[in-house]
Nanobody, 125 residues
């Protein structure tokens, strides 16, 4: 069982930056692929970024490529999402998710098993 707790959300002006953190419980954090998803009002949850257990492989949605960076610190059981050049359309609840490392790094929400409660990010124009 893995419990995930996100933090770092808030209100920021367009063009600004935020860093989200996701703290995982348990002693096997390094065995898990970690992902970040977001869900805006009235929309489906969508993939933003994912990182392999070692951090050597990262994947991004086209909409955030070049602006967002996912990273992890296995010693701290934490995954991060650095978000730069934020746009109003980035406004959403952001969720971190985990699944035990398999053959790849999933980018579909249905493949993730554990989810955090979400943190709100609001970007004003």
């Amino acid at each position: 069982q893995v419990q995930l707790v996100e933090s770092g959300g808030g209100l920021v002006q367009a063009g600004g930056s935020l860093r989200l953190s996701c703290l995982a419980s348990g002693r096997t954090f390094s065995s898990y692929v970690m992902g970040w998803f977001r869900q805006a009002p009235g929309k489906e949850r969508e993939f933003e970024a994912a990182i392999s257990w070692s951090g050597s492989s990262t994947y991004y949605a086209d909409s955030v490529k070049g602006r967002f960076t996912i990273s992890r610190d296995n010693a701290k059981n934490t995954v991060y999402l650095q978000m730069n050049s934020l746009k109003p359309e980035d406004t959403a609840v952001y969720y971190c998710a985990a699944v035990r490392q398999g053959r790849g790094v999933p980018q579909e929400s249905g493949e993730y098993v554990y989810w955090g409660q979400g943190t709100q990010v609001t970007v004003s124009s």
